[in-house]
């Protein structure tokens, strides 16, 4: 199968990016052939050409609105569709999966929208977005499928009658194994902790920092990867707070993984998720987490099971839980151990990619969609 991947950006790492990345290694390990197209290039593109997976860029396709260069963007599109002849687009994020699924149309090629977050809300205030739930709710009439990476997503755009119920499908993130060895065990005293997260106002990383200022009296430090504009805000909070000197912030190139190995608690303090990426790999690493309860966060992170789930904005919440878990290196261990098996059991790269590939071979009409009951379980015909 001849697939191609349409992504706006390409010069962040983001859930999205890595989303496609781990998808086009597994398609491409079966035997597919995958080409991406981003609207920018760097370091998400560097990695797909470091891995031997095709790119093109179609500069109009930019991540703001600019209906000149959305119009350009589309037919840069159309024309990279007729020169790849793909037997399926694939467009994720908002704006790609507007262009792309338009000119999927225009060119008669199926298509499958992935929106890795839904732009129907704002992510950082989760007000309505009319203007772009109209648009998301005209787009939707031109692909055959949404592939949501968690259900929280489907039931969402469902709730907003974003497009058919029948068309929505649910595949989670997965991610790849790594053979990379521990380097510092879980139990280790004092303690690492790790935050991957762009400096956005989506994430929140004003929350984290007010309740490690009341953590002082305990040993740790915190390693935050990403790049943003909110960073100058964050070094003069950290700052403020006297946290400078245990704090450490590390580009979005750093190798997370290896990071991760060394670390002994997963962060996540955010306003709005779909099924975050950076979880997983804390998972995948056998690490505890402790993350905000949004969005798909808590299909992953299972409370007292695999993690802790703390309510939005409660700095007195995520303080508890993060003084619990500095302090008691055994629990953090159970909870790494359990989060470790349920990504092995759930959000393996594997596991999307056979999933992904079923939605496709629907979406070109291969194989049907099995009926569902009320309760959202496929159906068992009775013989006879």
Same mark, same amino acid.
């Not at 499928?145 to 974003?162: P, T």
């Not at 380097?183 to 490690?212: N, W, Y």
């Not at 092995?344 to 790269?349: L, R, S």
């Not at 594997?350 to 079923?358: F, S, V």
């Given at each position: *199968? &001849?697939?191609?991947?349409?992504?706006?950006?390409?010069?962040?790492?983001?859930?999205?990016?890595?989303?496609?990345?781990?998808?086009?290694?597994?398609?491409?390990?079966? $035997?597919?052939?995958?080409?991406?197209?981003? $609207?920018?290039?760097?370091?998400?593109?560097?990695?797909?050409?470091?891995?031997?997976?095709?790119?093109?860029?179609?500069?109009?396709?930019?991540?703001?609105?600019?209906?000149?260069?959305?119009?350009?963007?589309?037919?840069?599109?159309?024309?990279?569709?007729?020169?790849?002849?793909?037997?399926?687009?694939?467009?994720?994020? !908002?704006? !790609?999966?507007?262009?792309?699924?338009?000119?999927?149309?225009?060119?008669? %090629?199926?298509?499958?929208?992935?929106?890795?977050?839904?732009?129907?809300?704002?992510?950082?205030?989760?007000?309505?977005?009319?203007?772009?739930?109209?648009?998301?709710?005209?787009?939707?009439?031109?692909?055959?499928?949404?592939?949501?990476?968690?259900?929280?997503?489907? !039931?969402?755009?469902?709730?907003?009658?974003?497009?058919?119920?029948? !068309? *929505?499908?649910?595949?989670?993130?997965?991610?790849?194994?790594?053979?990379?060895?521990?380097?510092?065990?879980?139990?280790?005293?004092?303690?690492?902790?790790? *935050?991957?997260?762009?400096?956005?106002?989506?994430?929140?990383?004003?929350?984290?920092?007010?309740?490690?200022?009341?953590?002082?009296?305990?040993?740790?430090?915190?390693?935050?990867?990403?790049?943003?504009?909110?960073?100058?805000?964050?070094?003069?909070?950290?700052?403020?707070?006297?946290?400078?000197?245990?704090?450490?912030?590390?580009?979005?190139?750093?190798?997370?993984?290896?990071?991760?190995?060394?670390?002994?608690?997963?962060?996540?303090?955010?306003?709005?998720?779909?099924?975050?990426?950076?979880?997983?790999?804390?998972?995948?690493?056998?690490?505890?987490? %402790?993350?905000?309860?949004?969005?798909?966060?808590?299909?992953?992170?299972?409370?007292?099971?695999?993690?802790?789930?703390?309510?939005?904005?409660?700095?007195?919440?995520?303080?508890?839980?993060?003084?619990?878990?500095?302090?008691?290196?055994?629990?953090?261990?159970?909870?790494?151990?359990?989060?470790?098996?349920?990504?092995?059991?759930?959000?393996?790269?594997?596991? *999307?990619?056979?999933?992904?590939?079923?939605?496709?071979?629907?979406?070109? $009409?291969?194989?049907? &969609?099995?009926?569902?009951?009320?309760?959202?379980?496929?159906? &068992?015909?009775?013989?006879?």
């Amino acid at each position: *199968m &001849k697939i191609v991947q349409v992504l706006t950006r390409g010069d962040i790492l983001g859930g999205a990016q890595t989303h496609v990345r781990e998808l086009s290694l597994q398609l491409r390990n079966l $035997g597919h052939e995958v080409t991406v197209i981003t $609207g920018s290039q760097g370091a998400f593109t560097r990695q797909l050409e470091q891995a031997g997976i095709p790119c093109l860029q179609v500069k109009s396709m930019v991540h703001p609105l600019r209906p000149h260069r959305d119009l350009a963007a589309l037919i840069e599109l159309c024309a990279a569709f007729e020169q790849l002849r793909p037997d399926l687009v694939c467009a994720h994020t !908002a704006k !790609a999966g507007s262009l792309g699924r338009a000119a999927a149309r225009l060119r008669h %090629i199926p298509s499958i929208f992935t929106p890795h977050g839904w732009s129907i809300v704002d992510r950082a205030t989760l007000r309505p977005h009319p203007f772009f739930r109209y648009v998301e709710a005209l787009a939707g009439r031109l692909g055959a499928r949404v592939i949501n990476v968690c259900e929280f997503e489907r !039931a969402l755009a469902e709730r907003c009658r974003i497009c058919p119920p029948a !068309a *929505m499908e649910v595949v989670p993130n997965g991610i790849a194994e790594t053979q990379l060895p521990r380097t510092r065990s879980i139990e280790a005293q004092p303690p690492i902790l790790v *935050m991957v997260a762009r400096f956005v106002p989506q994430k929140d990383h004003h929350t984290l920092l007010q309740a490690l200022a009341g953590l002082q009296s305990l040993e740790w430090s915190l390693f935050l990867v990403g790049a943003g504009d909110l960073q100058p805000a964050v070094v003069a909070q950290s700052r403020t707070y006297g946290l400078d000197g245990r704090i450490r912030i590390l580009p979005p190139e750093t190798d997370v993984s290896r990071l991760l190995m060394e670390a002994q608690l997963f962060v996540l303090s955010t306003h709005f998720e779909a099924l975050p990426i950076s979880i997983l790999e804390a998972m995948r690493a056998g690490l505890p987490v %402790i993350a905000t309860d949004v969005g798909g966060v808590p299909e992953a992170v299972v409370q007292e099971k695999t993690g802790l789930l703390v309510a939005p904005g409660d700095v007195a919440g995520l303080r508890a839980a993060l003084a619990a878990l500095i302090a008691d290196p055994d629990r953090r261990r159970r909870l790494g151990e359990a989060g470790r098996a349920s990504w092995a059991a759930q959000f393996t790269a594997t596991a *999307m990619a056979t999933k992904t590939l079923e939605v496709y071979q629907r979406a070109l $009409g291969t194989v049907r &969609k099995p009926a569902r009951s009320d309760h959202g379980q496929p159906l &068992k015909l009775r013989s006879g």
